[in-house]
């Protein structure tokens, strides 16, 4: 058999245009990947999507009003660090959203406010109370044993 070499070089330059075009798109895929950010570094970060994870600092209010905008809620976060900042969120106030431990925050930092995108509640609490119930039931089943 006798290969064709110009089908050849035409098939491996396809195929070198095709990984090309596969890592182009990975990389730019990689540009909207994002790491969770304290406070004081999404602000050197200014305009870049970020992730935060702070608590609502309820000593500061916590403005939402449905009646007026049910599309805007504003609070102050503090992060692990003690860094503030003001966030404005353009959705719905979320169900328990003062009653959560820690909160995860997706947006971005436009001057000294945080534009969160989304808000995703940690509520421990709930887990606590699961495993209340787990040793509540073990305790009921070694004194059925005894």
């Known amino acids: 058999m006798r290969y064709n070499k110009k089908k050849m070089k035409k098939v491996h330059i396809l195929g070198l245009l095709f990984i090309a075009v596969v890592i182009a798109a990975l990389i730019?895929?990689?540009?909207?990947?994002?790491?969770?950010?304290?406070?004081?570094s999404a602000r050197k970060?200014?305009?870049?999507?970020?992730?935060?994870i702070a608590k609502i600092d309820l000593s500061e209010p916590v403005v939402y009003d449905p009646l007026k905008d049910p599309n805007l809620l504003t609070f102050t976060?503090?992060?692990?660090?003690?860094?503030?900042?003001k966030v404005i969120y353009k959705n719905a106030k979320?169900?328990?959203?003062?009653?959560?431990?820690?909160?995860?925050?997706?947006?971005?930092?436009?001057?000294?406010?945080?534009?969160?995108?989304e808000i995703v509640l940690k509520c421990p609490s709930k887990y606590k109370d699961e495993q209340g119930m787990q040793e509540k039931k073990l305790r009921t089943v070694s004194q059925l044993r005894k």
Request: proline letters at 2%; hydrophobic letters at 35%; charged letters at 30%.
């Open 77 to 85: 976060a503090v992060d692990s660090l003690g860094f503030t900042t």
């Open 28 to 40: 730019s895929l990689m540009g909207d990947l994002s790491t969770y950010d304290s406070i004081e």
């Open 45 to 52: 970060k200014e305009g870049k999507f970020v992730h935060l």
């Open 94 to 117: 979320p169900t328990d959203f003062e009653k959560s431990q820690r909160i995860v925050m997706k947006g971005s930092m436009v001057g000294e406010t945080f534009e969160c995108k």
